[in-house]
C-alpha cells in the first residue's frame, strides 16, 4: 500500500494511503473496517482501457455514503489510473441532492450500514438533509442573485459572459449557505467577485 498522494505529481498531504481494489467488495471490506478511523483513503480508479481493473467511480461512491463517508479530490495518478479521495463526512457538511437521492436508492436496496445512516440522520435533523443543494445540470440562478444581478447591470454582463461551470461555480456557496446571514454575506460576495472581474 502506498502512503500520500504524492506518486500522482502534487504535494504529499499526510499519511493517508494510496489503495487500489478490483472490485467493489474489497472496498467494501475496507470500509467496514476502518470508516470509523481518522483521515481517509485515496483509491485508485482505472481509466478507461487500463490494463487493471479497479472499483469504478460510482461503487466506490455509493460504499463510501454506505458508511458515512463522502469522495472530495481527484488527481491525476499515471497513464491507467486517477486518484479519487474519500473521507468520513465532516460534522455539519452540506449534502448535494444527488447524494441524497443515490441514499435514498441505497436505503431502499437495504445497503445502508449504521454510520452511513447516523449521517443521514443528522443531516435530517439539523436541517442539511432538505437543504441538500442542485448539482451542476439542475442548477438555477437563486431569485435572490438573480435579483442582485437586475440592480447591478455591470455584475449581470459579467455573470452571463461567464461559462455554465464558472456560473455554478459561483452559485455553489449560495446554494451551500445554511442561515440567512451566511448567504446574504454569500450573495454580495458573488456580486463583488463579479465586479472585480
Not at 478490483?22 to 475496507?30: I, L, R
Amino acid at each position: 500500500m502506498e502512503r500520500g498522494p504524492a506518486a500522482g505529481g502534487f504535494p504529499d498531504r499526510g499519511p493517508e494511503p494510496v489503495m487500489h481494489f478490483a472490485d467493489a467488495a474489497g472496498w467494501e471490506a475496507w470500509l467496514a473496517a476502518h470508516h470509523a478511523d481518522g483521515g481517509g483513503a485515496w483509491l485508485k480508479i482505472a481509466k478507461k482501457g487500463a490494463p487493471v481493473a479497479s472499483v469504478t467511480i460510482t461503487e466506490a461512491l455509493e460504499a463510501a455514503l454506505c458508511h458515512g463517508w463522502i469522495d472530495s479530490h481527484r488527481r491525476a495518478y499515471d497513464e491507467h489510473f486517477y486518484l479519487q479521495r474519500y473521507s468520513r463526512r465532516r460534522k455539519g457538511g452540506p449534502w448535494s441532492r444527488i447524494n441524497v437521492e443515490r441514499v435514498e436508492a441505497l436505503t431502499a436496496a437495504g445497503r445502508m450500514r449504521p454510520a452511513g445512516l447516523a449521517e443521514v440522520a443528522a443531516a435530517r435533523a439539523d436541517g442539511r438533509w432538505a437543504a441538500a443543494y442542485a448539482a451542476q445540470r439542475d442548477a438555477v440562478v437563486p431569485p435572490d442573485l438573480a435579483e442582485a444581478l437586475a440592480a447591478c447591470p455591470e455584475a449581470a454582463a459579467r455573470f452571463d459572459a461567464l461559462d455554465k461551470t464558472a456560473r455554478y461555480l459561483l452559485i455553489l456557496p449560495l446554494l451551500k449557505a445554511r442561515t440567512p446571514a451566511g448567504r446574504a454575506s454569500r450573495l454580495e460576495a458573488a456580486i463583488s467577485g463579479l465586479l472585480a472581474g
